[in-house]
């Protein structure tokens, strides 16, 4: 059975840094691109970041860009996603998810998600 497990979203203050964990199991990372996409409430979903498996760089929504990090493990078939100065408009469930070809916001699977709350 193929799971996408993430943890380590919660509430915090503006400015500050979260760390998202997603492991994988029935599947192996490595042959996959790897993304985090986010919703909020009343919005539609966004792509957030991207390692792709065709160039194996990372990619990231504008919204994100020199604050968020992606970042995968494969000898613990775990990604992560570095949350630093973390802005209101941060505040979504966060998933994790696999494509099959490069970074196209098409998503294979997916994980139950975790939510961020970005607030004082």
């Known amino acids: 059975q193929v799971q996408l497990v993430e943890s380590g979203g919660g509430l915090v203050q503006p400015g500050g840094s979260l760390r998202l964990s997603c492991a994988a199991s029935?599947?192996?990372?490595?042959?996959?691109?790897i993304s985090w996409f986010r919703q909020a409430p009343g919005k539609e979903r966004e792509g957030v970041s991207c390692?792709?498996?065709?160039?194996?760089?990372?990619y990231y929504a504008d919204a994100v860009k020199g604050r968020f990090t992606i970042s995968r493990d494969n000898a613990k078939n775990t990604m992560y996603l570095q949350m630093n100065n973390l802005k209101p408009e941060d505040t979504a469930v966060y998933y994790c998810?696999?494509?099959?070809?490069?970074?196209?916001?098409?998503?294979?699977?997916w994980g139950q998600g975790t939510q961020v709350t970005v607030s004082s």
């Open positions: 390692i792709s498996n065709r160039d194996g760089r990372a």
């Open positions: 029935g599947i192996t990372l490595d042959y996959y691109s």
């Open positions: 998810a696999t494509e099959l070809f490069g970074c196209s916001d098409r998503y294979d699977r």
